[in-house]
């Protein structure tokens, strides 16, 4: 699978984690693809630059260039859609009325704390809205490939590049695997490839296991 | 009523001066009030210190003043899309002061509205957390965050009445509403300027009482970019 499909069945996995009705913040990367697979769910997507209700990318007709997503790139508005200043964007992500934010993430420990805004000996000059994300959310699914181009797992025993918050995110999506962190546990909730959960374990060095469900 | 409006745009060189906190409105280019900015450019004033998400874009807006040293200190949320000003940080020329953009966002609100500061769970236990006041509020860890005010604001706003009320265009909004409470002096650069009462006063977001000076921008959209009338 060339890296670019990888990217997408990553997002189109998490557009099925997505629930009719749901404020949705999609990060920069892998996130941003989530959009074309949401297929007729209906979720209002946020831009922490001040707007709710994303449509779809603009013809050449419509292009405005001060109408702009939190990557800078220029989008249209849905219908039902609101624009509102830096500030009341960033009360609605930290006050935890943003059901989900889906994040590119570097590094991710067992626990779910992770690491996606710097990486080490390198000048820490933009952080942009990832840590407001991070600690405010209702609900965060990180997105990324498993194992970076060197075949090293970014889920890692302890993070090495610097964290993001002391929140633990909720779900990880990768080409993989899907895990979920419980009670500061990492689970397996469903393996995408055809690979065992012990070759699993053995591939990122940790013990896995799958999740437990529980009938409530 | 005060004559807010300045015709000749010299007229505003004089309201800049060394050393100045200068709080600039934008996300990337939109939003920027990039005639005023050239402004402050011909005014060859130095040690500027810059509050704003970014410095510019497309070698547009502060990338203008940055390339001129202009700028001593940034304060914003991010830098690294603009590699010159990595490099000038790296070389000791340009202080940086990053905050996550809804620190940033808020801090400025506060400068505004009266309020010291404030604390807020976001960047707990990271970098940018370091040599702040840590509190715990009902059972969650929280860090202390100061408000932001500056001694110019400049920002770019859709419409203003001769007042100084104004309206926004789409994302271009960001965060010119909370730096026209925040300074001493708030100069609004506009696309249109109306008699008073053409705006609806229910779609005001931004009422005149914070708005000192207001010009005509220079600049219009031109497909993909923006370029000089």
Known sequence: MSNADVRYKIAQRIAQELEDGQVVNLGVGIPTLVNEFIDDKEVYLQAENGLLGIGPPPTKEELDIDLINASKEPVTIAKGASFFSSADSFAMIRGGHVDVAVLGILQVDPRGQIANWAVPNQPILGVGGAMDLVAGAKKVIGAATLFTKDGTSKIVKELTYPVSGVRLIDMLVT?????????????????????????????????????????? | MKQKIVEDLNNLISLFKDGQKILVGGFGISGTPLTVIDIIAESKVKGLHVVSNNLGDYGMGLHQLFIRGQIEKAIGSFFTINREAVVAWSKGELQIDLLP???????????????????????????????KEERVIDGERYIFEKAIKGDVAIIRAKKADRLGNLIYHTTARNFNPMMATAAD????????????GEIDPEQIVTPHVYVDYIIQTAYKKEGDKYVKC
């Open chain 1, 175 to 216: 080409d993989y695997a899907v895990f979920s962190f419980e009670n500061g546990e990492i689970q397996v909730e469903e393996i995408l490839i055809d690979i065992s959960l012990s070759e699993l374990s053995e591939k990122i060095g940790i013990s896995l296991k799958w999740r437990e469900f529980i009938d409530k």
């Open chain 2, 101 to 131: 953009q809804g620190t940033l966002a808020e801090a400025i609100r506060c400068g505004g509205a009266g309020i010291g500061g404030f604390y807020t769970k976001t960047a707990v236990g990271t970098e940018l957390a370091k040599g």
């Open chain 2, 185 to 196: 002096i708030v100069i609004a650069e506009v696309d249109e300027i109306v008699e008073v």
